[in-house]
Each structure stands twice: as structure tokens, then as C-alpha cells.
DNA sequence: ATGCCTAACAGGGTTAGA
């Protein structure tokens, strides 16, 4: 089974492109970031068409987050837990049952599609909410992880985990995105036992999933890793692989985050 | 020197992203 996860960055400005990679790339679900889009809006019946279920939690102009799968999901929740408050949608989650015998599952798989908030400028609000939310998200995956299933966070986490994770460290130092705060809370959320699925699989240096529009970050290659798949022990043991599908930064009218995808035996 | 680019909403200028 395929699972994969990507930033849009604008479902509607995105669809052509996000309909060719589909074909092309054949993920069974995909998580989807920054749809920008109320539900109303978002481009239903073109990745119906496709062949997919579609599962949303938008909003009006920002954020906004959508489960895409080869087949229906069992179960569906919308929002982080404590996040009625500030009515971001950056968050989804589904269950689908798979491997069905006599009418009944064989094992379940979770997957829970998530934008993190950015957090920047780091003298704002905006920092101590992107921290909140870490910790929230924390408690609300401490959870998950008590059930013992095959369970994938994908996302965009807005985390640069390591140096190693960026171009130029130096450079990313005081960003809210590798401020130790960030770091230690994404950490905290590893040591809970979660894999970060391509560190598991794939150690080459400057493996990026985000190059900035801006300053040819990406003809330069001047990137940061801050899209991942953090798996649960009984989907870490079903890993096959994990790959970043970088050539889509190249196409036409790109997003600035590109999707990642792991392989799982289930 | 974050505002070099992009998207959304609005309706040509602002906010947000990372």
C-alpha cells in the first residue's frame, strides 16, 4: 500500500498538476496540506473521477487539510482535539479497514493528515501557538499510539528536525521552524516511538521536501525537510520504502513543497 | 534583506507562507 503526503499550496491553483502526479504515482491514500479552500470549493468531482474518495477540512483562503483513498474510509475526524477555539482546519484523520475477508477487516491502517502551524515571526503569538499546538498534537498522538495499530502521521510539520535537514542551518537558525523549541517538541513526538519513515530508509544528505519560490532556491538546491510520515512500531515494522518525488518541483506552475511517499506491507 | 515568489480574497492592494 502507497501512502504519500504533499503541500498543495492551493488545491484549485494545484488541480492539473495534482491530477498528473496522481496517475502517475498511483498512491492508495494521500494526504493533502494548505488546500486553501472551503470544503464548497475544493475540486471534488475531477479526483472523484480519478477514482478516489474524498475526505476535507478546509476553510476560507488558508490552511485547510483532505484525505484522498482508493477506498472508503471506515471512520473520519476533522480537527485537533482543543482546536475548536481558533477554527483552524489543519487537521484529518480516517481509518479504512483493509485486507477484507467474509465481509469482515483483517487489520485496520490509521492515517492522520496534519498541518503544523508555521509559527513565525517568533516574537508573535504565532510562535506560542505553534508550540501549543505541538503539545496538543503530542497528547492527541500519545493517544492514538495506545491503540496499537499501523498508524501514519503525514504532514507538513513546519519542523526542520536536524541541520542536516537543511541547506544552510546557519541561515534557518532563529526561524520558527529550527528554533530549539520546535525541535525538541518535534523530538518529544519521535520519543513517544514514532519513525520518521525516510530517515529509516534513506540517510543521503540534502534530501529536501521544500525549496522557497524565491532567491532559485530550487535550481540551487537550497532546501529544508519539513514534510513527514512518523509511523507507529506496528507500521514501522510493515515499511518497504520511503521516497521524495522531488522531480514534481520541476514541473510547471509547481507547489513549493513536493510530495513524499512510503511503501507499507499491509 | 526575509518579501527576491505565489495564492487567495478582493476587486489593483493586502495577508500569509517558511
Not at 491514500?29 to 494548505?34: D, F, H, K, M, P
Not at 486553501?36 to 488558508?62: I, N, W
Not at 482546519?89 to 492522520?112: M, Q
Request: glycine share 6%; with cysteine.
Amino acid at each position: 500500500m502507497k501512502i504519500a503526503t504533499w503541500n498543495v499550496n492551493g488545491v484549485n491553483a494545484r488541480l492539473e498538476n495534482l491530477c498528473v502526479w496522481l496517475k502517475e504515482s498511483a498512491p492508495d491514500i494521500v494526504c493533502l496540506q494548505e488546500i486553501k479552500s472551503m470544503d464548497e470549493k475544493f475540486p471534488r468531482t475531477a479526483l472523484e473521477d480519478l477514482g478516489y474518495v474524498v475526505e476535507t477540512h478546509g476553510q476560507k483562503g488558508f490552511n485547510g487539510v483532505a484525505i484522498l483513498s482508493r477506498m472508503p474510509p471506515d471512520e473520519v475526524n476533522r480537527g485537533l482535539p482543543g482546536d475548536d477555539l481558533d477554527e483552524q482546519a489543519r487537521l484529518i484523520e480516517a481509518v479504512f479497514s483493509i485486507n477484507k475477508k467474509d465481509g469482515r477487516p483483517a487489520s485496520v491502517v490509521r492515517v492522520v493528515c496534519l498541518y503544523l502551524p508555521n509559527g513565525n515571526p517568533v516574537d508573535t503569538p504565532k510562535f506560542d501557538y505553534k508550540l501549543a499546538w505541538m503539545e496538543r498534537f503530542r497528547i492527541f498522538a500519545e493517544d492514538r499510539l495506545a491503540l496499537e495499530e499501523p498508524l501514519i502521521l503525514a504532514g507538513d510539520f513546519n519542523v526542520i528536525p536536524e541541520p542536516v535537514d537543511c541547506h544552510d542551518p546557519a541561515a534557518w537558525a532563529g526561524d520558527a521552524l529550527f528554533r530549539p523549541e520546535s525541535r525538541f517538541a518535534f523530538r518529544r513526538l519521535e520519543n513517544l516511538g514514532f519513525t520518521d519513515a525516510l530517515r529509516a530508509v534513506n540517510d543521503a544528505p540534502k534530501t529536501y521536501t521544500f525549496w522557497d519560490y524565491q532567491a532559485g532556491a530550487w535550481p540551487k538546491n537550497n532546501g529544508i525537510r519539513i514534510d513527514h510520515l512518523m509511523l507507529s512500531p506496528e507500521a514501522a515494522i510493515r515499511l518497504k520504502s520511503a521516497d521524495v518525488e522531488k522531480h514534481v518541483r520541476a514541473w510547471e506552475k509547481p507547489s513549493d513543497h513536493v510530495p513524499v511517499a512510503i511503501e507499507l506491507a499491509l
